[in-house]
């Protein structure tokens, strides 16, 4: 109730924050379609209006398989800068909504709602550090899930019955690490500038783990039944017009994620994770 209650104070105004940033992934979604479409032959168009039609058979219908065999993927050098282009604007665009939302909402939770400039303001002095930071997170993931699997692999080489031990401990190990992420990934977006996320999110965690797990599962409940919502809206959008479906489908997204990141502000509050001075008002960006 609580996120929901910071969302309904601050929808409008965040609109406004968010406005920008989902132009530049409307862009980035107009751009990667038309180079996508100007790679095929024939266009996206065609094939999508082939393809859904309700009598489409290429088991069955020989012209409907000639169809498949005769679509042609070109990417050249105007697609591949399509692909670049269209692809920067849609990261930098998801970056620019996440964390100017995370950092609007925050202000709105401490009472000092910022205004649209100043939350930009504070969203582009922490990208760097973010981006940079998230890189690493997902570097050394990665390289864990890699390990992970080669030590299973060798396990199971030695005895098959070993995954039986080796599955369960992997699901049990990321259902602990769960809130802990959480909370270093909001912490890294709110906290002060300086501070370490991880040694932070494990300092505030791992006394109150289930209570706080039962708070992130509250709220990925409720984020699952909105999305089966908003999918069951967006279908006859995207069925109707492949333009209408792209722009209902970032709009739904961010709908979305407003909830999700309402939702991780109130619980990291709750969590008494510490709020970067300047988002409550209390010293000058």
Known sequence: PDSFSL?????????????PAALLL????????LAFDAALSPGVGEILARITDPGFDPDNNRADDRFINSI?????????????VGGVALLFG????SVSMFIHLASVNAGYPLSVALTYRHTLRRIPRIVGIYLLWGLGAS??????????????????????????????????LWPFGHIAFTMLVLAPRGTPPLRGAV???????????????????????????????????????????????????VIQYAISVSGSVVIYDWADGPLDPALRGEESA
């Open 203 to 253: 300092a505030l965690v791992r006394h109150r783990w289930a209570p706080i797990a039962g708070r992130i599962f509250a709220l990925n409940v409720v984020l699952i039944a909105v999305s089966i919502g908003l999918n069951i809206v967006g279908t006859p959008l995207g069925l109707a017009s492949i333009w209408a479906g792209i722009l209902g489908a970032i709009l739904f997204q």
């Open 143 to 176: 390289v864990g899930i890699v390990s992970v699997l080669v030590v299973a692999v060798l396990l199971a080489w030695v005895s098959p019955l070993t995954l039986i031990l080796i599955f369960p401990a992997a699901i049990a190990a990321l259902i602990f």
């Open 94 to 97: 998801t970056i620019l909504v």
């Open 7 to 19: 969302l309904g104070r601050c929808w409008r105004d965040l609109v406004v924050v968010v406005v």
């Open 72 to 84: 042609e993927f070109n990417l050249g050098p105007a697609g591949i800068v399509g692909w670049v």
């Open 26 to 33: 409307v862009v980035g979604a107009v751009v990667l379609y």
